[in-house]
């Protein structure tokens, strides 16, 4: 029943032979405080890249992944795989991630994406993805403390990490010129 549920099983993996900045202590301290967040921030910001190094780091966690775009083209379908998802409540350590949550999303998906949250047992999380500015639906959560918003600059990269950075690959980048 899992496989069936899940809509990305490489999800966990980054492409090797690629530099990255981890950008995830951000994402996991929120986690601990919130049982879900909304990543915030344009094409290419480095939110999938960021979740995906904190996946990486929790093997213990049973990741379902949605691409929300493809998901809307079949809302239902969708809807029934949260129901399937929200019945496993028993098991631990479930995160949902909706990755690129598109900015058109039907009230339905939205209630059921707010339903769900206001739900999760403690060791569950959601993430939610995406380059539009948070839905209205969800700020009555953000008030009450059931989800955070990150916003772009929680990515942006400091002269330390650009430093660092340069120097593992030897790059003449200079970080005082950048920032």
């Not at 899940?6 to 301290?29: A, C, W």
């Not at 380059?131 to 959560?141: A, G, M, S, T, V």
Request: charged share 35%; hydrophobic share 35%.
């Amino acid at each position: 029943m899992l496989k069936m549920i899940s809509s990305d099983t490489s999800y966990k993996r980054l492409p090797p032979n690629q530099y990255y900045v981890d950008k995830s202590g951000v994402l996991e301290s929120e986690l601990k405080k919130y049982p879900s967040i909304y990543l915030e921030g344009m094409a290419a910001s480095g939110k999938t890249t960021a979740v995906k190094m904190l996946l990486a780091k929790h093997n213990e966690v049973n990741p379902f992944v949605f691409q929300m775009k493809e998901e809307m083209k079949q809302q239902d379908y969708f809807r029934e795989k949260l129901q399937k998802i929200r019945s496993l409540g028993d098991q631990e350590n479930i995160w949902i991630i909706l990755e690129d949550m598109p900015g058109e999303v039907p009230e339905k998906i939205l209630e059921d994406v707010k339903g769900l949250i206001q739900e999760l047992p403690p060791s569950w999380r959601v993430i939610i993805i995406g380059r539009e500015e948070i839905d209205e639906i969800f700020l009555e959560l953000l008030w009450k403390r059931k989800m955070e918003l990150l916003s772009p600059e929680t990515l942006l990269f400091t002269k330390d990490e650009i430093r660092e950075f340069a120097e593992e690959t030897k790059s003449e980048i200079d970080p005082e010129e950048i920032c």
